[in-house]
């Protein structure tokens, strides 16, 4: 009987414990932050930007919902060293991944323990940190796996090679691999990688700690080549609408290349379909952020890794991806690295706006640190723009900003103001040519204006080689490898 008695003391302290515990806990009101990176989307592909061909609803909504930035510029024009800017708040002459190099058996070169990243910041501040798409900075186990550098969980492509694929044989949930068995080791194509991502995505956002702030980042592989798209209702409107140039690829079954890019006989259709299958990605997010009663109290930025690129059939010309700016991925012009870049903070940012502040990857941290009220590390290139965000007059600005890309001989480029100087070759040669423009009158960078101005140019010049440190891991004198 004692024991009896005593069980059912236990049990009672047990539940009033726990009932005093919950009591005691104090919901983290900070905002949320949702970061939407997509890859290779260029900045005229989306309507609010100019697109006549292809239909962004959702997109266009968020950006009547919140400010469009004109003058946003992402950290590089490839992948990996410009999540790199991204997530460390240093630009590419200072932080550490800078170019896409790859490792075996899978993955890229990991981005050091030491970089201090902006999910570690807001990790350790009391947010739920979760990326779901396509990692890029470091091999599952490494010092770069995600959940070393700040996330609770990844799930998605950790090897941004193997994101090449859209019917992969494989993801990763966190260290453990998930096969994908439908897809029989890319003999067929069955699930469609992005779809099963942004299962979880929203899953995460129904499911999560409802006590504590989130940083959702969501880097998306849409829309880069291979062009390849369920055909669906969004696929079958868009086919037949254009004319079309088939392309030949390396295409799924035996023997399949886990890195190569499939056929595609309606490479425009495709192309057109994933932009807006992104699209209907966003517009899932938002009606999930408003279901979950989140809309007041949650940032959402939508933005793009690099220009749109050239490869696996696409055709940016047609679609005028670039927004009319010069260039593309592999370019430091600005088709190469000015960003669709649009906000939404209901009740703090003036809805259907645009913005001219001029900033970049390196921004984001020191912003969203802001945001949260906790401190940036003092090493950093990046300033906050949430004055700017805000509406008030005391934005700080950026003297110039920098860019180096270290393929194609090495380039190198700086904005200051109306000013633009971009040097090909930078590796190659020192004392290649510096090209100038001014981008007030000549945002399309069409005349080089050097020889009018070369006092100018020779001072931009110098702040190419006061912004770049050397790096071992990735060295910018020997031909840019």
């Known amino acids: 009987m004692k024991k009896i008695l005593l069980s059912i003391t236990l049990i009672i302290t047990f539940f009033v414990g726990a ?59 490839v992948c990996a060293p410009s999540r790199s800017a991204l997530l460390s708040g240093q630009h590419t002459g200072h932080t550490y991944i800078r170019g896409n190099k790859g490792v075996d058996p899978e993955g890229q070169a990991p981005i050091a323990d030491s970089v201090l990243t902006v999910a570690e910041i807001l990790q350790k501040s009391g947010y739920q940190t979760v990326a779901f798409g396509k990692w890029g900075l470091g091999p599952v186990g490494s010092e770069g796996d995600p959940n070393k550098q700040g996330f609770d969980h990844f799930f998605g492509y950790n090897c941004q090679s193997l994101a090449h694929r859209y019917y992969p044989n494989h993801l990763w949930d966190n260290g453990k691999k998930i096969v994908l068995e439908a897809n029989e080791n890319l003999t067929k194509n069955k699930e469609y990688a992005p779809d099963i991502i942004q299962n979880k995505a929203l899953d995460f956002v129904k499911n999560r700690d409802k006590n504590k702030p989130f940083f959702l980042f969501l880097p998306y592989i849409l829309p880069h080549a291979e062009l390849i798209v369920p055909e669906d209702s969004i696929f079958l409107y868009y086919k037949g609408k254009f004319e079309e140039q088939p392309y030949k690829g390396k295409d799924y079954g035996v023997n399949a290349n886990t890195t190569a890019y499939v056929s595609q006989a309606y490479p425009h259709a495709t192309f057109a379909a994933m932009v807006t299958r992104l699209d209907l990605y966003v517009g899932q997010i938002l009606d999930k952020l408003k279901a979950e009663g989140l809309d007041n109290n949650t940032l959402v930025i939508f933005t793009s890794d690099n220009g749109p690129h050239r490869e696996g059939g696409a055709d940016p010309l047609f679609f005028n991806s670039g927004g009319g700016f010069k260039g593309f991925k592999r370019d430091l012009y600005e088709g190469g690295i000015r960003e669709p870049f649009i906000v939404r903070w209901t009740n703090t940012i003036q809805p259907n706006s645009t913005n001219n502040h001029i900033g970049a990857f390196w921004d984001i941290l020191p912003t969203f640190t802001d945001i949260a009220g906790v401190k940036s590390p003092k090493n950093i290139d990046g300033i906050s723009f949430l004055s700017s965000l805000k509406g008030k007059g005391n934005q700080k600005t950026h003297d110039f900003l920098y860019w180096e890309f270290h393929e194609n001989g090495g380039i190198q480029a700086v904005r200051q103001g109306i000013w633009k100087a971009v040097k090909l070759n930078a590796a190659l040669d020192k004392n290649a040519e510096i090209e100038l423009y001014d981008l007030s009158k000549d945002p399309q960078e069409s005349k080089n204006i050097a020889k009018l101005f070369p006092e100018k140019a020779k001072e931009l010049g110098k702040l190419m080689t006061s912004s770049h440190t050397e790096s071992q891991l990735f060295p910018f004198d020997q031909n840019g490898k």
Do not use: E, M
């Open 19 to 77: 009932k005093s515990q919950k009591s005691v806990v104090k919901k983290d009101n900070r905002p949320n932050i949702v970061f939407i990176l997509a890859d290779d989307l260029g900045y005229g592909d989306i309507g609010i930007n100019g697109q006549k061909l292809i239909k962004t609803p959702n997109i266009d909504r968020l950006a009547k919902q919140g400010v469009r930035f004109t003058q946003f510029y992402a950290g590089t024009s």
